[in-house]
Structure formats: C-alpha cells, structure tokens
C-alpha cells in the first residue's frame, strides 16, 4: 500500500481537475478511475458564497485527498504565502509546490522550488515539489525535508511521454525508499505503464484525461495501465537478452533442432 | 386561450416567445427596463458554431446548432452572416490545431494561399488553419433588439420584473443569471470580452485562435468593430475585468494581426454565464412553471432548440386540455 | 475607509475583516484571506482590524492540475 505523509492511498492514480469539458465529466472521471487523489488550485477570485459552498460539496462527494497546488506562482514569496493561504482554506498541510520559472512553457523554477521547499517544510507542510528530473535538486529537496518528490516526465500538457527515462531510472536508483509520483507531460496510458514498470509510486495527470475524446474512458484506461505497470514491477519484469532462450524445454525431445 | 407570462428577454426568454407568439400563443413578457442589456446574451460573441463547440461539448450541440442556423436565418435572415469560422493557431501552438481538429467535424484544411484568399488581411501570417464553412455568426445585440421588434410590433406586451403571476396560466422562466442563487444546480461562469474599433483590420467571419489555456476568438462587426472574447472562470463574480484577462486578449489581437495595437477600445463588457453540471441547458417543470436556463457558452446556439421544445410542451398540454 | 481588495479600489465601513467580507457579499465560507501579504487565517478575521490603504488578497478553490 502506498503511504505519503503518513497516510493509505488506495489507489497509485492521481487527478488534475483542470480543463475538463465540464464538471459532471470531471466527476465521472474521478469515479471511474478511482483516482485517490485530486488537485486544486487557489486563484484571487471572489466566488459568491452559494457558489463556492456548492463547489466545496462537489469536491467532497469526489471522496479523495485534496492536494492543493501553488499553481501561477512565480516566485518563493508568491508560493509561500499561496502554501499558507491554501493550507487555511483546504485545511490540510498538503501541498503541491509549484514554482514557474517560465510562463509560456510552465517549467519549474528550481532555485526557488527548493527554497521555497525549506521554508514551507520548516512551516509544518507536507510538500509534495514539482521538479524537473534533475538529481541535484532532488537532494536538496530531500535535505529540505520533503519525503516525496514529483519530477516531471515532459512539459505539462505537452503529451510527450518520457523522454527523460535514465534520469527518471536514476533517481529511482537513487531514492529507493523515497516515493516518487511522475507528474506533467504524459500522453498515452502506455506512458504511465512504462513508469509504473520503473518502479515509480504513482502517476498524476490532468491534461492527458481532461482533454481526451472521452475523458472518462480515458481515466478508466490510465487506471487499469497504472495498475498493470505497478503489477508487472512488483511481479519482477524479465530483463531483455540478445539471444532467444525457448520457453518449451529441448531436454527430453527425440531430436533436438 | 391560455395566457402565457414569459420572465426574462435574453436570447432564451425571446425564442421561447418567438416561437410561441407565431404558433398562436397569447403571450406576455416580463423584462427588466433595459431588456437584455447586462445578460450573458448581451454581451455574448454570437458565432453559430456547431462544430468548432463540440471540440469541448457535448455533440448533441452540432446537431441542435445545425438546426438553430437555419432558425435564425428563417427568422432574421437579414442579421445571419454565413461565412463560415477561420481556426488558426500560432506555430508554436501548431499541435492545438491537430487536437483540434482531432475533436471536430465539417472543416476542411486550408493552406497558407487559401486562408490569404479566405481573408487577405491574415495573409502570410499563418501556414495553414481549418475553415468551417457552414459556419455562421450573428450579431446578438441586434438579434435580441430585432427580437424584440418584431414581438412588440406583433402586440406582445412587454411588462415589468415583478408582474403577478397569479394572473397567468403558465409561466415560463428564462430569468438566466437571477436564478443562480435559486437553483442549487446551476453555478455561473464568468466571461470577460472587450468591443474594439480599427479599420486598419477587415475580417469576413469569426477567427478562432487557439492557445493551450487561453483560446480567443475575435468575431467582426458592422462598423469596424471587432469583439474579442471571452474568459471562461468558474465564478458568478461580476467585478470588473481583470487587468491580466485585458493583457491576454490584446496579446492574442495581436499574434493574430498586429494592427489590434492600434485599435481603439471602444467597450468592456464582463458577464456570468449560468450553467449546469454537463454543461448543457435544461428545461424543468414544476405546476405551471416551466423553466429553462444552463445555455453555458451556447446560448444561440441552442435556444431556438429549446425554444421548439417548450413550445411543443405547451402547445400540446394546450391541446390536451381541450380534448 | 479607502482600501484595496484584489487590486481593485473600494470605501468600505467596515473595521474588521469579517465585516468587510460581508460588506462586499461574500460570506459564507471556503475563501481566504490575505492582508498585506500575510495570512489572515479564517478564525482570525472576526478579531483582524483593517486600515486605511490596507491591501486585502480573497482567494476562492478553483479546479487546477
């Protein structure tokens, strides 16, 4: 069973809930692929109270784990007082750290990740970063205190699919007891099965699902490929050889090839 | 004969009446003094798209929009423009066109020299987009204004917000926005637009860009007008516009054609969109109130749709009173 | 009082912030609040007094990745 910061999670898929063609569809894609996670954004928006009371119930009848991110934070200031800001309202220490250095391609900030790492770890959050897949700024996240990391596969929404997969591989060698969930970039379900089978602990996904032909089905079909990843690399995967070795024994046969 | 009170003159409140009026209806409606003014329908684009929507809609919405084109070119054929929808994208977004065009029908591909002949001011600034031809827009002010023309010049009474329903048979509500702290499953979607003038720019039809998070679209009308719109935030707050919402339409004018910097901004316009779980509108009954609401981004698009539905509901509740 | 909320200018009667929230109709819960940059936690605010030029963030949960 999955732990991150102390609690189960039953499931190893995670949901953005960005960009969906519209809120029942987000609920049924949450349902369907028994993602135990869901993220949330804070933005300087005044929603009326019927409205926003109404979106809190929706959420919870989503029956999982809210992680809140600092999404549009572009700076160490910015993303910490978000973190604190989203901690009162979602009243939860989880948080989903996100430092954009770039807003046209939304890729982390590192320097300020990690230093918005320590502030925030310091603070009693439990921090889940989003990175890149460099290994340097792995251990300095880890060092700071976060016991999870989030590296990306690709730019988010970009639908690449890994690309990356020896530095990915590396820092799994490299944090073997540490969970790690892939986030930003995945296109296909075969994406997320592949690094599920590198051993990683999770995936989260968002434009993947939301922008699909059908996102619900395509929710399902990440969930069973996440499933089958995680199966196949706690079942112990064969490493590939050159040489062909026949599955039925030669032994024993009346005359060998 | 039945006396039918009708609440609200958006675009869903003046189909509805359209349609009863001119199946023998005896109708009344009750306006806000400024009409429509201040609604989603007011400050709405009016393109007719039924394809382009469905890249994030429901398809029911290219059969019923298919079907509203034709409605509102019967009913005001003079204000329909039929040209069709331009899709485009900046290179750098080039692979949005493909999603787009992944979840779409009824276009067909149109190279550089095509788009330039379909419009010559966007020559060379684009190497390929998707044209929708059996696209149309409409301008809703003048749509709602003519609505309304017609209805008043037919002796359809207009009367005011608070009139007793006591008196009437039926009551249809199309109040939109008013019910949002009424129905608990309705929420509203904000939407930012600007109105602005250059005749530096011509463009025959709606141009659609396309941007990972921030899709624009700019829609021509008389009188080198141009509405660029429109945010979509899940929020029912009605403050004015966002500096940054400003900032990205006018960037978006301007990868489009850079002559938007000159422009003149001529409105500024923020409204709520109603809106149900799936997106789609509906109509419910309840005793003698029938109301309709949820038309999301798709308010003439698919009102004369509901407006067909409505009035089948009551003309033949009508007739099976009389049987 | 002439304060700032969100970027935007008002005249506000209010003193505190929970009144000022009500003030401009936003009551109800699951928001949050900011003064000056600095956290103005949800129980807080009935006790939080505002000041003339205060600069006051109201945040609202959306849907994000």
Known sequence: MLTLYGKNIPSRIFLGTAQYPSPMILENAVRHSGASIVTLSLRREIIGGEQRSRFHKFIEMLDAYVLPNTAGCCSVKEAVITARLARDLF??????????????TLQPDIFALVEAAKILVEEGFDVFPYMTDDLIVAERLVAAGCKTLMPWCAPIGSAKGPSNTASLRTMRDHFPDLPLIVDAGIGRPSHATMLMELGFDAILLNTAVAKALDPVKMAQAFAQAITAGRLGFEAGILNPRDIAIPSTPVIGQAVFP | MKKILIKGAGVGGLTVAYELFTHGAHITIAAPENGPAGSASWYAGGMLAPYCECDNADSIIEKWGVKAIKWWHKVLPELVVRHGTLVVAAPRDNVELDRFAARTTGYEIVSAKELGDLEPDLA???????????????????????????????????????????????????????????????????????????????????????????????????????????????????????????????????????????????????????????????????????????????????????????????????????? | MHIRVNGEEFDVKAHFLDDLIEELGYAGDWLATAVNNELVANNERSNHRIYEHDRIEILSPMQGG
């Open chain 1, 91 to 104: 009243k939860t220490n989880w948080i989903k750290l996100e430092v954009i250095g770039n807003q046209d």
């Open chain 2, 124 to 323: 060379g600034r684009f190497q390929h987009g998707l044209f929708f031809a059996s696209e149309a827009h409409i301008d809703p002010r003048k749509a709602l204004d003519a609505l309304i023309g017609r209805l008043k010049k037919g002796g359809v009474a207009f009367v005011a917000i608070g009139e007793n329903e006591k008196d009437y048979d039926l009551v249809i509500d199309a109040t939109g926005r008013a019910r949002l702290q009424l129905d608990g499953q309705l929420r509203g979607i904000r939407g930012e637009m600007l109105l602005v003038r250059t005749t530096d720019i011509h463009f025959s039809r709606p141009i659609r860009l396309l941007h990972p998070r921030i899709p624009l679209y700019v829609v021509p009308r008389q009188k080198n007008i141009f509405m660029i719109g429109a945010t979509m935030i899940e929020s029912d707050n009605l403050r004015p516009i966002t500096t940054r919402s400003i900032m990205e339409f006018l960037n978006a004018a301007y990868i489009l054609h850079p002559a938007f910097a000159e422009a003149e901004i001529v409105e500024i316009g923020v409204g709520v969109r109603p809106a149900y779980a799936d997106n789609l509108p509906h109509v419910k009954r309840k005793d003698k109130v029938i109301s309709i609401n949820g038309f999301y981004r798709h308010g003439y698009l698919l009102a004369p749709e509901m407006a067909i539905q409505i009035k089948n509901m009551v003309l033949q509740n009508c007739v099976q009173d009389l049987l």
